[in-house]
């Protein structure tokens, strides 16, 4: 792990070291704008229909495997 830290900071050295006069700032390195459509509100599904599509159910509630040990 410390011979990867130490490739990881050689690498920001090596980026330091360039001559970047004359380069505007810029959040982003493209001139993208977003791609995803504007959020609208749509009705929810009842709670039949969610419990119906969920893998699995215990009484109202989605059961979930746990993520975490």
Sequence with gaps: ??????DILAHFQTL????TEGVPPTGHTTDAHSVMRDDEDMP??????????????????????????
């Excluded at 929810?44 to 040990?69: H, I, K, S, W, Y």
């Design 1 to 6: 792990m410390r011979s990867q830290l130490s």
């Design 16 to 19: 330091a070291e360039l001559d």
């Design 44 to 69: 929810a599904l009842d709670r039949e229909q969610t419990l119906a599509n969920a893998p699995f159910v215990d009484g109202e509630f989605v059961r979930v495997r746990p993520v975490m040990e």
